[in-house]
């Protein structure tokens, strides 16, 4: 039974994602009168299809993509069963002809809209079970935080230069900084006070620790609360992000660490069963409001994580585009399509030989890795 709800989670989340990026773009392009030839979700040959207003849209079997072919976007691939005659190639109607501002509007459109939707996916994750701030809850110990004599109810806003609001921003920090001294500034009753720590290593975690504990979940918030923490849940998905790509880039971390749609359902199952243990003897409602509560805060990250990759500079991709629209709009000259299409042809198929290598990588940890234990 897990495993079909975690079939069934997994294809609402890449569903959701996906309709709102190209929903991004869709949206922009029919308000500045951009022509739609077809509005994809998924890929591949149809499930179903309809016709409207000229617009060809189709629900596809193949879930992990999605496209809005615009009139007149020569940079588009289009798709065999795409209905371009179904539309009038009308110039005033079409994407190139559009000004440069117009068509930056509608390529930034996709990922802002995934922004968005991880924003409201973590206002409704903070108001349905609070956050958890950085005051200290206790103290460990023989731990460094209790010798530097710091505080239960004292309000940690900064490890070193970095600012922290939620618990598991400290968190994130320490491991990414493991065992590095870290200057520790905190509130003490709105006196602001700072110390040094030097994490010290727990043979029973297994890790490096300074020896805080979180003072809890805070629950009952108001709208304005929920906003504020909101906020912050939304900043952290996003900071996770961006923090990985660094970490990839700088070595830290390397393809091995990347996970495509094999890992991610990987990762949907674990959080099912996850919950379904934590939750055994509860009722069935209990269970399955933490299987939604989780699937959310998944959600968020997933899409944070396809808005910040579809800005990346990546030919084929949003980025890439916006690149070549930012230098006509700087220059006034278009860049010459050839080039163009040559440039983002190398990009699809450097992007596409990535997409194998983290398939393969995705089995290979989902399939091998696990049989091991």
Not at 47 to 67: H, Q
Not at 323 to 337: N, R
Request: proline fraction near 3%; aromatic fraction near 12%.
């Amino acid at each position: 039974m897990s495993k079909i709800i975690s079939f069934i989670a997994f294809i609402l989340i890449i569903g959701l994602v996906i309709f709102i990026h190209e929903f991004g773009h869709f949206i922009l392009a029919k308000k500045n009168g951009v022509g739609v030839v077809e509005f994809s979700i998924g890929m591949g040959p149809s499930i179903f299809s309809w016709v409207k207003n000229g617009t060809k849209y189709a629900i596809k079997w193949i879930p992990f993509g999605g496209y809005c072919m615009m009139l007149g976007d020569e940079t588009f691939v289009p798709d065999p069963e795409a209905e371009g005659e179904e539309v009038v190639s009308d110039d005033e109607h079409a994407y190139s002809k559009k000004p440069v501002w117009v068509r930056i509007a509608v390529i930034a459109a996709g990922p802002i809209f995934n922004f968005v939707l991880a924003f409201v996916l973590a206002l409704l994750l903070t108001g349905m079970i609070g956050t958890t701030t950085t005051e200290v809850g206790g103290l460990a110990e023989g731990y460094p935080a209790e010798a530097a004599g710091l505080q239960a109810g004292d309000r940690i806003i900064r490890l070193d230069h970095t600012r922290v609001r939620l618990f598991k921003e400290l968190s994130l920090y320490l491991s990414m900084h493991e065992g590095e001294p870290v200057e520790v500034t905190y509130l003490r009753n709105g006196e602001k006070k700072t110390t040094m720590l030097i994490p010290q290593y727990s043979e029973e975690d297994g890790r490096y620790l300074i020896g805080i504990m979180s003072a809890g979940n805070q629950k009952d918030l108001n709208v304005l609360q929920v906003l504020k923490y909101g906020t912050y849940e939304f900043e952290y998905n996003t900071g996770i992000v961006i923090k990985s790509l660094g970490m990839l880039f700088t070595g830290k971390a390397g393809l091995n660490d990347l996970s495509g749609p094999v890992g991610m359902a990987g990762m949907v199952n674990d959080i099912v069963e996850d919950v379904q243990e934590d939750t055994k003897g509860e009722s069935i409602w209990i269970t399955a409001y933490w299987i939604l509560v989780n699937l959310i805060s998944f959600s968020t990250l997933i899409s944070a994580n396809l808005g910040v990759m579809n800005l990346l500079p990546i030919p084929a991709m949003d980025g890439g585009r916006l690149i070549f629209l930012f230098w006509e709009a700087i220059t006034g000259k278009p860049v010459a399509k050839k080039k163009e299409g040559i440039v983002t042809v190398v990009g699809f198929l450097l992007l596409a030989a990535l997409m194998i290598v983290v398939f393969f990588n995705d089995i290979r940890k989902v399939f091998f890795l696990r049989s091991m234990f």
